[in-house]
DNA sequence: TACTGCGATCGAAGCGCTTCGATCGCCGGA
DNA sequence: TCCGGCGATCGAAGCGCTTCGATCGCAGTA
């Protein structure tokens, strides 16, 4: 292994000179900072991470906990690691994987043990238990969601309130009177998860406000629960002529199903779908649709935790507010 | 922080005696192991991964390689990296993400500055860049796919060659004899990426043999990209009876369009898909597929990138048989 | 001319751990 | 009784880096 004395030696200078011309805390002459990258780059010198964590206290890492779960939707959350492992890689940090399945002793082995310098937590639930984790470690960390405790912590998410309020204000607007919200798994509901419940409130919020008959369905992510789901509604409240979706995994399925039914999307049933953006133009239909920032939550929660990190940030939480882009799945009702 | 000088004051003996203990590499009576245990848990002591690292020169991190591109399934990748992670846990190690945007010098990076002690990637393309990186620093590593010249680097993967070849067969069998392969986007053959190549070649070869009349599409991941990619075929291929889809992102898209051109499955149309299993189930009707078998393959990646780090291993290419499962989604074409 | 201040550099300590080579009892065999 | 051998433990070196406090030479000032 080439090492930083080995640089030092080639270029005749101390390893000292060395590190402080790579980390630029002290001044050091053009000419020696010349000739020690020359030897850098002779050598292919690549600084230990471990050494440098140690002596330094810093490992340039984030962790970063993702939901395993089959009923969150997959690839949103590869889309928030993409957007994290790139905004880092933009701060010169790598990324580690840890899984919710791990729960709070996994959060704690990380910081514990200075594998990571901040930890992003993705999927919070409203009691969450990692949250006293990372503050008793005082842990620079990110909430990808809002507990109903953030305690002292960083939160980023979109407005799920606002977003549930806009979809269920713009088939309002469009003169639809009874609507429905086609939610996620039953077992997000049930886990707390944070955004699920925002959103739901949201919705009512807003159905409330303007006297619209709304009903809420959990729906499994599968083709027969999306079915199932859609039984239910019917028979529950006929008549329905919009639907929110805030549940990416049926949304194929649902456009599949309606026109199995007979139901022409828009003209007999409306639908806000709440996705990502690239995810609206993959139906026989463009979706209107509530965007979920997902690479902008990413982004930001990489930016908030390197702010912590360098010491210039106080707890703060981050709602996004929600952007409707009308396309065509969405039309006044037919009277 | 409590450091392993601390475990030892606690606990009555000297640091190394802790380290022993921990690690096991000497006999330590079961009185003083007790004690030492008794401080760890008492003083909530997890060793500095740092200060391990530099000592050992093991990280205990394995590194994983994903492609971050749109035209790659995106919930396959997650798949992996879901299974890969979980094995790696498994083996008391993390994992960090690297994406594939970083190229060879990403890899480098990481071997190089000792970030993790293997590294596995994804999404190997025909003439890999990243084989000569690996191999010149001696870093463990797994491929996931089939490079042309695996060098000494462990492969793992589908037998795409193998599945191409069951899908076509399977249609044969059933007597269809005008059928066609829906494949994965145009950029992915472009790249040269090697399971793509591999899938076609074996699927040629069963159509030939069989005497089939057979094409071949690539076809963009989108809504648009799949009508257009019928038009052609039907255009092309008129009576073709029998589609091998190999290309996740348009299953649903494809069903939806076969349905508004009043095509019935299995009825007019027999569809045998190339995905993850749990990707069978969501449209109207149950496919049958080829089995992607994505946990298996990351579990396996881990597990053989794990005995290169014990040292008990030589490279291998190991390709695991396709599972046809017959589902709905096939008959016999009406004649 | 003697001194101050500053930019550039060096040397050494130390981060927390692993590991190698002692050391120290203690037991069993001669 | 003495000694060899072995299990249990200790001490110290060292992994590669950062960082603090010197040192050194030189330009500018009194």
């Known amino acids: 292994m080439v090492t930083i004395s080995d640089v030092a030696r080639d270029a005749g200078v101390s390893p000292s000179t060395v590190s402080y011309a790579l980390s630029g805390k002290r001044s050091i002459s053009a000419e020696t900072r010349h000739r020690i990258e ?14 440098r964590a140690l002596a330094s206290s810093r490992t340039n890492v984030l962790a970063l906990v993702i939901p395993l779960r089959v009923d969150l939707n997959v690839p949103v959350v590869m889309q928030f690691v993409a957007a994290a492992v790139t905004a880092a890689r933009g701060y010169d940090h790598d990324l580690l994987l840890l899984t919710k399945d791990e729960g709070p002793e996994g959060v704690r082995r990380v910081a514990a043990s200075a594998i990571a310098d901040a930890v992003i937590v993705m999927d919070v639930e409203a009691s969450e238990p990692r949250v006293s984790v990372l503050q008793s470690l005082r842990c620079p960390a990110v909430l990808i969601g809002v507990p109903d405790q953030p305690r002292d912590l960083s939160c980023v998410d979109l407005d799920f309130a606002a977003a549930g309020s806009a979809a269920a204000t713009q088939l309002a607007e469009l003169g ?46 599968s083709y027969e629960g999306l079915r199932a789901c859609l039984d239910e509604l019917f028979r529950r409240q006929p008549e329905t002529t919009g639907l929110v979706v805030h549940n990416e995994a049926v949304l194929s399925a649902l456009l599949a199903e309606l026109s199995a039914r007979q139901l022409r999307v828009p003209a007999d049933m409306s639908i806000v779908a709440v996705c990502p953006d690239d995810m609206v133009e993959n139906h026989g239909v463009a979706l209107t649709s509530v965007a979920i920032p997902t690479a902008e939550v990413g982004q930001l929660a990489v930016e908030m935790a390197m702010r912590q990190l360098a010491g210039v940030a106080q707890p703060e939480i981050r709602l996004l507010s929600p952007r409707l882009t009308v396309r065509d799945s969405t039309a006044p009702p037919r009277s």
């Open 38 to 51: 020359a030897s850098i780059r002779r050598l292919g010198y690549h600084p230990h991470a471990g050494a």
């Open 176 to 221: 639809h009177r009874r609507i429905a919200l086609i939610g996620p798994s039953p077992a997000v509901y049930e886990r707390g998860t944070s955004y699920a419940g925002r959103f739901l409130r949201g919705f009512q919020a807003a159905a409330t406000e303007h006297n619209l008959t709304a009903r809420a369905q959990p729906c499994l992510p």
